[in-house]
């Protein structure tokens, strides 16, 4: 029925990307959605265009419009959260982050707030009733394609087909030009093996998980050594309410600890609002009815976070300072990741009945030249952008143990975080505590402190 319409509107690429002008804004496709063939195409026409604005979300590799035009003449490229190739890109003036609470990134499009001129992505072959799925990533890219003058669609045919409540697909009647792809595989992320810290960590906020506890994990090998904790362990009946799924669900579930029976929002199904991971988790997603996919405006709404009970939320952050402020997206000037859903999910989770949200981070970073130091900081470094205010922060833990921040004074913040610092920067923590006037014990050895505080 829709194969006429389909074949009247594929062309090649060169000719998709005819369409784009001078000073255009173009959105990408989000993650492992961003466009190939068509990114390639747009960036031949480098030194033909002026002023084209890109916008990305976690770009998988260096988009080419960027390589292509290191001046930025002709294509100005931004990121509402950035990649690996995205932050080598802003080390070099060649990308500019866009701050954004995920889940208002759908009422931004859908309000007017943004709009864009074109929109290209990647996508899974259409189907019999004239639908391309939009894969791994549903976030917010179905209310840019519903506020964007012109779709076009780059047909993986290595993309998954991921179920959904909705915003999932787009049908053929919403696509303006369709282009055959080179029908990339998907991105594996690099099996990151988790150190004695990872498992240190893991151990403290494993613990204080219950049966029923519906569970959001980040990316790394943190989050890889809670799942295989949990995987075995003896919890049952975990839910999975999360922005982004990852490999360690796909254990936990295998090994029969997640049913999500004890979800008050969607019982049954892991909901998700983008995945990323390697070839397991992408078999795993696709066609399966145990996940489903929604737009990142219904996963991280605050009050449907909360309405889940005993949700349990485990982020990551570059450093926390005495005050309890969390710094998740930059080191100084230098932008590392972007704001994501940390702030939706920490305080989502806390207002969910028996919830809990853990802000998690080895004790210490070793720099290239092998120098040491303290990620729990006096205060936050010159430039630095605070990710989660320290009213909202419930729970920060490391190796050494957990700080509970809920109801402290300054002076209470300070001793918990000093507590659970790595021993050797104690001592010159409450020194800089004093000086900030938020010390109100008296002076003891970091070991004292370790016992008192952590113990």
């Known amino acids: 029925m829709y194969r006429g319409e389909y074949r009247r509107k594929c062309v090649d690429a060169a000719t998709a990307v005819k369409q784009i002008k001078s000073g255009d804004w173009v959105d990408y496709g989000h993650f492992l959605c961003s466009p190939v063939t068509l990114d390639d195409a747009l960036a031949n026409r480098a030194g033909e265009l002026e002023g084209v604005n890109v916008r990305g979300v976690g770009y998988a590799g260096l988009p080419k419009v960027a390589v292509a035009d290191p001046s930025g003449r002709s294509f100005n490229y931004n990121?509402?959260?950035?990649?690996?190739?995205?932050?080598?890109?802003?080390?070099?003036?060649?990308?500019?982050?866009?701050?954004?609470?995920?889940?208002?990134?759908?009422?931004?499009?859908?309000?007017?707030?943004?709009?864009?001129?074109v929109f290209m992505a990647q996508a899974a072959p259409m189907d019999e009733s004239g639908f391309f799925n939009l894969g791994i990533a549903n976030s917010f890219q179905y209310s840019q394609i519903r506020n964007a003058s012109t779709v076009i669609l780059e047909v993986n045919k290595k993309m998954p087909v991921c179920y959904g409540g909705y915003g999932e697909a787009v049908h053929i009647s919403e696509v303006d030009y369709v282009v055959q792809g080179a029908n990339p595989g998907l991105v594996s992320l690099p099996r990151t093996e988790s150190s004695d810290v990872d498992r240190a960590i893991a151990r403290h906020v494993v613990d204080r998980i219950e049966d029923g506890s519906c569970l959001q994990l980040g990316i790394g090998s943190l989050p890889n050594a809670i799942g295989r904790m949990i995987a075995d362990s003896e919890l049952k009946d975990l839910g999975v309410h999360t922005e982004m799924l990852v490999?360690?669900?796909?254990?936990?579930?295998?090994?029969?600890?997640?049913?999500?029976?004890?979800?008050?929002?969607?019982?049954?199904?892991?909901?998700?609002?983008?995945?990323l991971g390697s070839e397991k988790l992408y078999e795993f997603i696709h066609?399966?009815?145990?996940?489903?996919?929604?737009?990142?405006?219904?996963?991280?709404?605050?009050?449907?976070?909360?309405?889940?009970?005993?949700?349990?939320?485990?982020?990551?952050?570059?450093?926390?300072?005495?005050?309890?402020?969390?710094?998740?997206?930059?080191?100084?000037?230098?932008?590392?990741?972007?704001?994501?859903?940390?702030?939706?999910?920490?305080?989502?989770?806390?207002?969910?009945?028996?919830?809990?949200?853990?802000?998690?981070?080895?004790?210490?970073?070793?720099?290239?030249?092998?120098?040491?130091?303290?990620?729990?900081?006096?205060?936050?470094?010159?430039?630095?952008?605070?990710?989660?205010?320290?009213?909202?922060?419930?729970?920060?833990?490391?190796?050494?143990?957990?700080?509970?921040?809920?109801?402290?004074?300054?002076?209470?913040?300070?001793?918990?975080?000093?507590?659970?610092?790595?021993?050797?920067?104690?001592?010159?923590?409450?020194?800089?505590?004093?000086?900030?006037?938020?010390?109100?014990?008296k002076r003891r050895s970091g070991a004292g402190v370790a016992l008192s505080l952590a113990g």
Not at 80 to 108: K, M, Q, T, W
């Open 247 to 275: 490999d360690a669900y796909v254990d936990m579930y295998r090994a029969g600890r997640i049913s999500n029976r004890e979800k008050a929002n969607n019982p049954g199904k892991m909901v998700y609002t983008f995945a």
């Open 287 to 441: 066609r399966n009815p145990a996940c489903a996919s929604y737009p990142v405006g219904y996963v991280n709404d605050l009050h449907r976070i909360a309405a889940n009970d005993r949700v349990v939320s485990i982020n990551n952050a570059v450093e926390v300072d005495l005050y309890g402020q969390v710094c998740s997206e930059s080191s100084g000037f230098r932008h590392i990741s972007g704001t994501g859903g940390q702030f939706d999910f920490a305080y989502g989770s806390y207002h969910s009945r028996g919830g809990k949200a853990f802000i998690c981070l080895a004790s210490t970073k070793t720099d290239r030249t092998g120098t040491v130091t303290s990620r729990i900081r006096p205060f936050v470094d010159h430039g630095t952008i605070v990710t989660l205010p320290r009213a909202a922060v419930q729970y920060v833990v490391t190796e050494y143990g957990v700080a509970s921040l809920k109801g402290k004074s300054t002076w209470q913040r300070a001793e918990a975080l000093i507590g659970i610092a790595h021993p050797e920067f104690r001592e010159g923590l409450m020194q800089e505590a004093e000086k900030m006037n938020i010390w109100r014990g």
């Open 79 to 117: 990121s509402f959260h950035f990649s690996g190739g995205e932050r080598y890109l802003h080390d070099r003036g060649g990308c500019s982050y866009i701050p954004v609470l995920y889940h208002e990134a759908n009422r931004v499009y859908d309000e007017g707030d943004m709009t864009a001129d």
